[in-house]
């Protein structure tokens, strides 16, 4: 029997819909909408065209939301096996809106650890998430066809749902596609860093 040593193991999580997703959304939705009456424009950063709120780092809303997720991130605490009490602090957010065409050019969320995208609206035939494998190693070996073990990919694409939650590491450089639709998509993005300072 081969049993598998875990090595460099990627830290990357999905929830395919939160618990509570619908006050999720309530309260972030009411984020975006406050946000858009404060900036109509928005911020141009991996996005072309949408709507980008700017990073945000605390809203009484957000911290509703940030109570919701609370028990993905123990489980994520648990999953890398964080020491006892060093903990995981979202570190700014931000909320996009994008019509069926838009879409974000490959793109890394530097000065955290992990990044995250909480879906609170996903249409039917939305743009999917892809990521690019990090180790560059791994596809040059041009066995994409002989193997589904993602491994030897060079990409790999997530259809999610409304409610659906990604956690991945920052370092893991990901877009946005085109959906099929012109129906809106949106999302809040997050960052998170492990704090050291032992509480
Ligand atoms: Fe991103």
């Not at 066995?143 to 990409?155: E, K, N, V």
Request: hydrophobic fraction near 35%; charge should be negative; charged fraction near 25%.
């Amino acid at each position: 029997m081969l049993n598998r040593i875990p090595a460099f193991d990627y830290p990357f999580y999905y929830v395919e819909q939160i618990e509570n997703y619908k006050d999720a959304n309530k309260y972030l939705l009411e984020i975006l909408r406050q946000k858009k009456i404060e900036d109509p424009i928005g911020r141009n950063v991996s996005n072309r065209g949408g709507y980008q709120t700017s990073h945000f780092w605390s809203h009484e809303l957000f911290h509703e939301f940030g109570k919701i997720i609370k028990p993905y991130i123990e489980e994520l605490k648990k999953e890398i096996r964080l020491k006892d009490g060093i903990q995981i602090d979202v570190d700014g957010a931000w909320i996009n809106e994008n019509k069926g065409f838009n879409f974000n050019v490959p793109h890394l969320h530097p000065k955290c650890h992990f990044a995250a995208v909480y879906y609170i609206k996903f249409p039917k035939n939305g743009g999917a998430i892809g990521f690019q494998n990090p180790n560059k190693a791994a596809s040059m070996f041009g066995l994409m066809d002989a193997t589904d073990c993602s491994h030897f990919r060079h990409d790999l694409d997530i259809v999610p749902k409304t409610g659906s939650l990604l956690i991945f590491p920052s370092y893991f450089e990901h877009y946005v596609l085109q959906g099929d639709n012109i129906d809106t998509r949106i999302t809040c993005a997050f960052n998170m860093k492990i704090n050291e300072d032992e509480s």
